[in-house]
């Protein structure tokens, strides 16, 4: 595997080794001495699996309490993927990264802790599945407005349209009023 910081340095994306021939494709998803090797020395406890259809965003979302690394990849269709660092002591505080996830290119993204996640559907229909280092809860989960300008992502709406989003991502806050991490 290939492990590649990404202007957020803490922002990783990773490739995997894929063997094929005509009958198909392998390769390793997760390798956990791999990982610690690259500096990543996880422990997953809860593995999810979304189906979308082309214009959905789904985010920016993060918990403030049993804060999640998330281990992100596409097994199909085609995704933008973002981070957003909310650790309000960090160099790249306010600041994002985003690229393309997809069944084809086979990259995975990890998002450390003190992130916000979300990610926009490209093609007809994605599966997004990803690996998180902490359990859900819904009491403390939070979410950042999609599009706060002070941000700035820039996500590639298709034909400029507004993405189709969930009652509770349309009621994200500002980073200005945002709950934040303070590691």
């Known amino acids: 595997m290939e492990f590649t910081p990404t202007s ?6 990773i490739e995997p080794i894929v063997f094929g021939d005509d009958r198909g494709f392998f390769m390793e998803v997760f390798r956990s001495e791999q990982f610690a090797k690259a500096g990543l020395d996880l422990d997953f406890v809860q593995d999810n699996h979304s189906g979308s259809m082309q214009g959905i965003l789904r985010g920016l ?42 069944a084809q290119n086979r ?11 979300g990610f926009y559907v490209l093609s007809e229909w994605s599966e997004v599945v990803y690996k998180v280092t902490d359990y859900y809860s819904a009491q403390w989960e939070r979410t950042l407005f999609w599009n706060d300008p002070e941000i700035g992502i820039e996500w590639p709406l298709i034909s400029g349209e507004q993405p189709i989003l969930s009652s509770k991502d349309e009621q994200g806050v500002p980073i200005g009023e945002a709950d934040l991490f303070d590691f």
């Open 8 to 13: 957020i340095p803490e922002v990783i994306l």
């Open 61 to 102: 979302h993060y918990q403030i309490r049993q804060t999640q690394g998330k281990l992100v990849r596409v097994v199909a269709g085609h995704i933008f993927d973002v981070a957003v660092d909310l650790r309000r002591n960090s160099p790249t505080f306010g600041q994002w990264v985003g690229h393309h996830l997809s």
């Open 107 to 117: 990259l995975q993204m990890w998002i450390p802790k003190g992130f916000a996640h």
